[in-house]
């Protein structure tokens, strides 16, 4: 059972344009989510983590967005350059009862110059 | 650079061997996960070291089994192994143990078995 689902395996934007990932998850005991960005050969990268008090946390040309009612979280990148293609992971945990990160299957975006 | 080192980066063996993956995580950091990616798969995740002590377990096969040392760096033993157990194996660090905080993952190992 995937509790955390990437429904877009890739996704393609154009450079300068705003790129929207999604992320869903099914286990209401998620408190802490992260966003990941993986280039090939080379381990994930943590880019930005938003906490379940929160809707909203920004870091420069990334936001992630959370709406706990629907279990959806997005990451905006604004605007996306071509350095940004990469896969990024979606991630969740249950910090308060000490469940370990569990990742979604990941979404590869490409951004066309 | 996350931090964490991970060695070596390559390794190729055959059916049947064992082999020993080593992870130096960031400078503070006590926690230690492992992780393991197969061809088009997500990360799964394997188990958790926490200042020396396994915390957590995930879907870790029999034959591997890993350990943190005092000094806090981990080491995972793939032992019998199989054709199926080509992957990249990934070592994150963080500073706690309650999944609060984010992991920083090194550039992961990558076995392939033949």
């Known amino acids: 059972d995937q509790q955390v689902k990437q429904n877009s395996p890739s996704l393609s934007v154009q450079e300068g344009r705003i790129s929207i990932l999604n992320c869903d998850y099914t286990?209401?005991?998620?408190?802490?989510f992260l966003w990941y960005k993986k280039y090939p050969a080379e381990g994930p990268t943590f880019l930005i983590s938003?906490?379940?008090?929160?809707d909203k946390n920004e870091d420069g040309r990334f936001t992630v967005f959370l709406n706990k009612s629907a279990k959806h979280l997005s990451l905006h990148i604004v605007p996306s350059q071509p350095g940004d293609s990469a896969v990024y992971f979606c991630?969740?945990?249950?910090?308060?009862?000490?469940?370990?990160?569990?990742f979604g299957p990941g979404t590869r975006l490409s951004v066309l110059p | 650079d996350s931090g964490v080192t991970q060695t070596p980066k390559h390794l190729i063996t055959a059916t049947g061997q064992r082999v020993t993956l080593r992870c130096s995580p960031r400078?503070?950091?006590?926690?230690v996960y492992w992780y393991q990616q197969s061809l088009d798969q997500g990360l799964q995740f394997l188990i958790q070291?926490?200042?020396?002590?396994?915390?957590a377990k995930g879907n870790i096969l029999e034959r591997f089994s890993a350990q943190q040392f005092p000094d806090l760096h981990s080491e995972l033993n793939l032992s019998s192994l199989e054709l199926g157990d080509s992957a990249l194996y990934f070592c994150?660090?963080?500073?706690?143990?309650?999944?609060?905080?984010?992991?920083?993952f090194g550039n992961g190992t990558r076995l392939t078995v033949t």
């Open positions: 994150a660090s963080s500073f706690g143990d309650r999944g609060n905080s984010p992991l920083h």
């Open positions: 286990n209401s005991m998620f408190d802490y």
């Open positions: 938003i906490s379940s008090i929160k």
């Open positions: 991630a969740a945990s249950a910090s308060n009862y000490g469940q370990n990160f569990v």
């Open positions: 400078s503070g950091d006590l926690s």
């Open positions: 070291y926490y200042n020396g002590e396994e915390r």
